[in-house]
């Protein structure tokens, strides 16, 4: 098929949600040419070939082994304390005026 009909691989990226970072994290032994294949078949344009290595540069290095240096001591947690004021309650708010009110309730019946 041309690759004129295919779709723009960062479209089919955002639409569908594919990572190509992700795929190639699950899939490790995946060659250049397979990817060509696998997403011609998808009628989707293959990404650039620097776009695919770069990525499989970043999955190579967070998958090989790395070495940890030795921790002297663990850090002690900051002990947190809570300091509690005491606040004063609220006061309800009475209002100034309460016959009025009540002369408005009568004159609503």
């Not at 032994?29 to 078949?41: A, K, P």
């Not at 293959?46 to 999955?59: A, W, Y």
């Not at 005491?86 to 209002?95: A, E, H, I, T, W």
Request: hydrophobic fraction near 30%.
């Amino acid at each position: 098929m041309k690759d004129e009909h295919l779709i723009n691989f960062g479209l089919f990226c955002s639409r569908k949600k594919f990572s190509l970072y992700s795929f190639l994290l699950r899939n490790k032994e995946v060659s250049y040419e397979d990817i060509l294949e696998y997403f011609r078949s998808k009628n989707v344009t293959p990404p650039d070939r620097d776009l695919f290595d770069k990525t499989r540069q970043k999955v190579l290095i967070e998958l090989s082994p790395k070495i940890l240096p030795l921790a002297e001591e663990p850090k002690k947690a900051k002990e947190v304390k809570k300091t509690t004021e005491n606040k004063p309650k609220r006061k309800s708010r009475r209002r100034k005026n309460e016959q009025g009110w009540v002369d408005w309730f009568l004159f609503l019946r």
